[in-house]
């Protein structure tokens, strides 16, 4: 069991970028897969990327991609997201979530732990 606990959310001006910090304790030695996911005000939970926590290509959905860096530091038990050029539309509450396994599924129902989530919310 992990549990995870989200940071480094706020408010920003479109176009510029945030990182989030999501650390993660507990039994951290098993092998999970590490993902962020938000949710929007009246839209679904949905995955904007999830790495392996042993390593590997991260995954990322194709709407996301070029704009959004996940990454680890397994020796501080870290998962970072960074959000480049941030749109109004990225505006919603994001997640940190673990999954035991290796397998980065895209389905939030797949995750097992979640953090309490952190909003973020983009001003034009």
């Known amino acids: 069991q992990v549990q995870l606990a989200e940071s480094g959310g706020g408010s920003v001006q479109a176009g510029g970028s945030l990182r989030l910090s999501c650390v993660v304790s507990?039994?951290?030695?098993?092998?999970?897969?590490l993902g962020w996911f938000r949710q929007a005000q009246e839209k679904e939970r949905e995955v904007v990327a999830a790495v392996w926590n042993g390593g590997g290509d991260p995954y990322y959905p194709g709407h996301v991609k070029g704009r959004f860096t996940i990454s680890q530091d397994n020796a501080k038990n870290m998962v970072y997201l960074q959000i480049d050029s941030l749109l109004r539309e990225d505006t919603a509450m994001y997640y940190c979530a673990a999954r035991s396994g290796a397998y980065c599924s895209p389905d939030p129902q797949e995750y097992d732990y979640w953090g309490k989530g952190i909003q973020v919310t983009v001003s034009s």
């Open positions: 507990g039994n951290t030695a098993r092998s999970y897969c």
